[in-house]
């Protein structure tokens, strides 16, 4: 009858930003290749962490909040439904329009569709990931209309015609003189030029993102967001930004349109009180961000006169389905594991293919896209535990990223190793058989030099391109304990 | 099957038996001591002064003369007032604009700065909350002038974030203010004025 009751709905293929071109490794091996953006992202990524840190130790409660923050998003995923039902009902209430959208291409129409029957042309955005992950700026283009990203990196992403890199920074790959060369570049070409003689002072590069867009906030009659929370119990949302280019989308335009992915949302007002604190500091570093917009559906003689809220599942049902996996859903985007995880600092966000990068993409886009599709993601990781450390919201990244992998694996169907290793398994389970196997192993001594095998044949040279074999001993553990202590 | 009924069941289908969660609450909560402590006063200028805003300390008798001279003193020449501004608190010496008719976002971008009241403020991570409630105005006017100056009653002072959350009505449109607008986005480090106002200043009232 119903298509959910079969296979769990994915995001869907060809639309969006949840896939790389090119699997992990060979995606790492090219971003490693790039001096500069190793350099770019080891210098953001150490100011960043230690920004964190210092005023992350000075909140005597942290660990409560952490523990607080995991307990209301794993109550929300325990009963999604009546928590968005609920939400739903106050969003209505106070004049506000609620659309639900079973993925991105969904998502994608109903925004066009919100956007054509105002008949502009032209829309300002917030930074959004959620609007990201659905390619919604593709989908609009294709419809004739232009979206602006308002947000500084997002602006500098936009700009260069790149893809995002990182969570909250997602121009983290570019420096300074990089961004002001976009700049003197491309200004000129969408809207007001960069200043002649422009810097790379970060102050005149701001300077130059303010004078470029502010006849764009200001002229601006439609707004596109993203949501960082959405309270079913009052139908409040509220977006936390740093410049200001959020109250301006926010507030200005006549239409505010808000993509939300489903679990965003909070049961309480009062939950608020654990976020603000675990965010901006995880997130920026902040003790608060400067900015954060609440609004609550519409407010007759201040801001938007229409307000629409699109709810987007887009995979997360599915994920939501995995009670191994579902933990991911309490991420709250700050990238703090980004910031920690070496794998992340070394390659970039690039490399991951999806808009989630880092230990968090790492185990989001899997269950958003389903494994088959981003099969090398959950391996992208040292398993070092530090994004776990970092988390706020105490997403256990390490054991996910172990239970993904033995679900790439499980379906990868036979494969060499898998025969290789089910044959030791079953000779180990023969110990009269093993010990004549150990035994017989000795004969590698006769191909190594100095202790070790350099090069095997295929396809074991795998093994031996990148490593050396060390050679089996001359007496095997089982000989040397029956030679010293008798009877095995 | 619509959207809303498919996505509804695939939930229900993930999640077949909804469980209550427990929330522990184990962190300071609302009602802590201190509001509009000399203590927490001294904690919330600090918080300001870091994110680069301006903080001047007065007296309730000198709130009008300090408002004038702060205005004059950073070169404002026109100040837009939201309704219920206290009248006498009005500046003298600068030339006052009222949001009634509402102006248009490119009036608002014409003017010098504004002057508003507050909701409530937050010592430990220096935010000032406005509500839309009497001096403050509808949210566009504190954002588009590049000044902003905001006077702060001591009792209006509170310790931490849950003191504020249990106070604030969430159906008011809301825009907390953690000084003046910054961005983090060029490697990382923070830069003071984008779009926001690139200006703040805070009159701190003390009893």
Known sequence: ?488 | MNAREEILARIAAAVPRPVQVEIPRDYRAAGGEGRGSADVLALLEDRLVDYRATVHRVGPDDVHSRITAVLTGAGIGTVVLPAGFPAPWSPTAVRVVADEPALTPGALAGLDGVLTTCRIAVAETGTIVLDGGQGQGRRALSLVPDFHLVVVRAEQVVASVPDAVAELDPVRAMTWISGPSATSDIELQRVEGVHGPRRLHVLLVFP
């Open chain 1, 1 to 488: 009858m119903t298509a959910f009751l079969g296979m769990p709905a994915r995001a869907p293929r060809g639309v969006g930003q949840l896939r790389g071109d090119l699997p992990f490794p060979a995606a790492a091996r090219e971003a490693l290749g790039n001096a500069q953006l190793r350099s770019n992202l080891g210098r953001a990524t150490a100011t960043i962490r230690a920004k964190r840190a210092a005023v992350v130790d000075e909140v005597p409660d942290w660990a409560g909040l952490r523990a607080a923050g995991a307990a209301i998003k794993d109550a929300v995923l325990a009963d999604l439904g009546s928590h968005l039902i609920r939400l739903e009902e106050q969003v209505v209430a106070h004049g506000g329009r609620v659309h639900w959208a079973r993925d991105a291409n969904e998502a994608n129409r109903i925004v066009t569709d919100l956007v054509r029957a105002t008949g502009e042309r032209d829309v300002v955005k917030v930074k959004s990931m959620t609007t990201q992950e659905i390619g919604l700026n593709e989908a609009l283009a294709e419809a004739g209309i232009s979206a602006w990203e308002t947000d500084l990196a997002e602006l500098i992403v936009q700009l260069a015609d790149d893809r995002p890199s990182h969570i909250l920074v997602p121009a983290i790959h570019r420096n300074r003189t990089e961004i002001r060369d976009i700049f003197r570049r491309e200004m000129g070409r969408v809207g007001v030029p960069a200043p002649p003689h422009l810097s790379e002072d970060p102050h005149e590069l701001a300077e130059a993102a303010r004078l470029h867009l502010r006849a764009r906030f200001l002229t601006a009659r439609v707004a596109i967001s993203g949501a960082n929370f959405a309270v079913a119990e009052t139908g409040t949302l509220a977006v936390v930004e740093s410049e200001g280019n959020g109250r301006m989308c926010l507030t200005l335009p006549e239409t505010l349109i808000t993509v939300m992915g489903i679990e965003k949302v909070v049961p309480t007002w009062r939950d608020l009180e654990v976020y603000l604190q675990l965010l901006p500091r995880s997130s920026t570093g902040e003790r608060m961000n400067p900015y954060t917009s609440m609004w609550t559906g519409v407010h007759p003689g201040d801001g938007p006169l229409e307000f629409h809220l699109v709810l987007l599942d887009n995979g997360r049902s599915a994920t939501l389905a995995d009670p191994h996996g579902r933990a991911a859903l309490r991420c709250i985007r700050c990238s703090a594991c980004l910031n920690v995880c070496p794998v992340y600092e070394r390659v970039g966000g690039h490399a991951y293919g999806s808009v989630y990068p880092g230990p968090i993409g790492a185990v989001l886009s899997p269950q958003l896209t389903g494994a088959k599709d981003n099969p090398s993601l959950p391996f992208a990781s040292s398993l070092c535990g530090a994004c776990y450390d970092v988390c706020p919201v105490a997403i256990d990244i390490p054991t996910m990223l172990v239970h993904l992998r033995s679900e790439v694996v499980a379906a990868s169907g036979p494969k060499p190793e898998r025969a290789a290793m089910a044959g030791v398994s079953w000779v180990m389970r023969r110990p009269r058989l093993y010990t004549v196997a150990l035994r017989l192993s000795r004969v590698a001594r006769l191909f190594g030099r100095r202790g070790a095998i350099r090069r095997l044949p295929p396809p074991l040279s795998a093994w031996t391109r990148t490593r050396d074999l060390p050679l089996p001993p001359a007496e095997t553990f089982r000989d040397w304990w029956v030679r010293t202590h008798g009877s095995p």
